[in-house]
């Protein structure tokens, strides 16, 4: 939250506006992925560490999000049955649009 509370300030310095937003990752995501683990059967096991970082670190960040307000979590953006990811955080055009069109909303332009 260190890096998003500078990033913020750095913005606002500047007379823009800040928009903090927690990526989807494979790990949290109720998606579509057989057509990855067909391509990778270890994607969500491989390597055991990052995962293990991915479900220490974002309930930890979600909690203070939660506390600070003005982030955004888009975690559960992508929970839906289409082929959003071409890895564990890499996102196919669908994903893409899928985010694109939240983050509009958040922003207004929707």
Same mark, same amino acid.
């Given at each position: 939250?260190?890096?998003? /509370?500078?990033?913020?300030? $750095? *913005? !606002? ?6 928009? @903090?937003?927690?990526?989807? #990752? ?28 991915? /479900?220490?670190?974002?309930? $930890? *960040? !979600? ?6 307000? @003005?982030?955004?979590?888009? #975690? ?35």
């Amino acid at each position: 939250m260190g890096d998003w /509370q500078v990033a913020k300030h $750095l *913005v !606002e310095l500047y007379g823009g506006r800040f928009i @903090g937003i927690l990526q989807p #990752v494979l790990y949290f995501s109720q998606t579509r992925v057989d057509h990855l683990l067909a391509i990778y059967p270890t994607l969500l096991s491989s390597p055991p560490e990052l995962r293990a970082q991915f /479900q220490a670190v974002y309930p $930890l *960040v !979600e909690r203070r999000m939660a506390e600070d307000g @003005g982030f955004h979590n888009l #975690v559960p953006a992508l929970d839906v049955d289409e082929y959003v990811y071409v890895d564990f955080c890499h996102l196919s055009p669908n994903g893409n649009r899928l985010i694109a069109a939240q983050i509009a909303k958040l922003i207004g332009h929707d």
